[in-house]
């Protein structure tokens, strides 16, 4: 059974740093991409990053690019995403999601999710 | 960037009625890279139909997706009491970026 489950949500205050953390389960953790959506409360789903499963490609929306990265650990098969100079639009859930086709790191839909975790960025 | 707009914002319909859910987007999009996702209040979504008319494992066949070029839908052909949710379309074609609509709602009349 895949499962994906974040963790590391919390508030923050303008300008500061946040380390999100995806645990996975149940699929080939070097063949898929992941990804990161998030969604500011209230409103839609916005993409935010993906990472290839063993290109190491990274893809990142501009309202982030520069101030996010994504990385993988193989070995716990863990997603982290890593927030810094944070704003507070950067308010939302944040989830991880798997892509549905192998190899492709955004040519995909996405087939499972986590739960999400919350940032909250306020002073 | 392809932008993904969704018609209308909000569908209010009795269990039993048919929705049609509409995806408009920006530029034309390969068939094979749009997808529908469910998303019920305080849930994770939940893929529906990818490649605009392939349901998702799981999926019941109420929900089924068709379109081509920058015209896609999405219908339900009899509400079930679990289908009020909030649907959203996604294209994959043009990524990146990956895009979104904003969203339809479909509630209880």
């Known amino acids: 059974e895949v499962q994906l489950l974040e963790s590391g949500g919390s508030l923050v205050q303008p300008g500061g740093s946040l380390r999100l953390s995806c645990a996975t389960s149940?699929?080939?953790?070097?063949?898929?991409?992941l990804s990161w959506v998030r969604q500011a409360p209230g409103k839609g789903l916005e993409w935010v990053t993906s990472?290839?499963?063993?290109?190491?490609?990274?893809y990142f929306a501009d309202s982030v690019a520069g101030r996010f990265t994504i990385s993988r650990d193989t070995s716990n098969n863990t997603l982290f995403l890593h927030m810094t100079s944070l704003r507070v639009e950067d308010t939302a859930v944040y989830y991880c999601?798997?892509?549905?086709?192998?190899?492709?790191?955004?040519?995909?839909?996405?087939?499972?999710w986590g739960q999400g975790t919350l940032v909250t960025v306020s002073s | 960037e392809i932008v993904l707009t969704q018609s209308p914002g909000t569908l209010s319909l009795s269990p039993g009625e048919r929705a049609t859910l509409s995806c408009r987007a920006s530029?034309?999009?390969?068939?094979?890279?749009l997808a529908w996702y469910q998303q019920k209040p305080g849930q994770a979504p939940r893929l529906l139909i990818y490649g605009t008319s392939n349901r998702a494992t799981g999926i019941p066949d109420r929900f089924s997706g068709s379109g081509s070029g920058t015209d896609f839908t999405l219908t339900i052909s009899r509400l079930e009491p679990e289908d009020f949710a909030v649907y959203y379309c996604h294209q994959h074609h043009i990524a990146p970026p990956v895009t979104f609509g904003g969203g339809t709602k479909v509630e209880i009349k």
């Open positions: 530029q034309t999009v390969s068939s094979n890279y």
């Open positions: 149940g699929f080939n953790f070097n063949r898929y991409a």
């Open positions: 990472t290839g499963g063993s290109s190491g490609t990274s």
């Open positions: 999601a798997k892509a549905r086709n192998p190899v492709v790191v955004t040519a995909t839909p996405f087939d499972f």
